[in-house]
């Protein structure tokens, strides 16, 4: 089994900052992939940010350079540092990772409880 603990979120202004983290562990043989998705009230989940294993991390274009994903692979952790935040940001962030329990196992994709993140005046 693997456990996803997320922290941080809360409520900013526009303009202010926060920083989520989430750590995974448990049964880990690799990480594939490390991502944040947010879901808006009335809204369908959507990716915020993602990073593959040696690859590149990718955002959506509306985050685009105020977002910055990060990973610690010692910890199994992925961050995400938001600055410049706009009320539209206003979402339940979800993290997400892809491993591989096994050198054999298929993929598998495990997602966090939920943070909820506010921006307001």
């Known amino acids: 089994q693997v456990q996803l603990v997320e922290s941080g979120g809360g409520l900013a202004q526009p303009g202010g900052s926060l920083r989520l983290s989430c750590a995974a562990s448990g049964s880990i043989f690799s990480v594939i992939a490390m991502g944040w998705y947010r879901q808006a009230p009335g809204q369908q989940r959507e990716l915020v940010a993602i990073?593959?294993?040696?690859?590149?991390?990718n955002y959506a274009g509306s985050v685009k350079g105020r977002f910055t994903i990060s990973t610690d692979d010692a910890k199994r952790t992925v961050n995400l540092q938001m600055n410049g935040l706009k009320p539209e940001d206003t979402a339940v962030y979800y993290c997400?990772?892809?491993?591989?329990?096994?050198?054999?196992?298929?993929?598998?994709?495990?997602w966090g409880q939920g943070t909820q993140v506010t921006v307001s005046s």
């Open positions: 997400n990772v892809v491993i591989k329990r096994s050198l054999w196992d298929r993929t598998n994709d495990y």
């Open positions: 990073i593959t294993s040696g690859g590149s991390p």
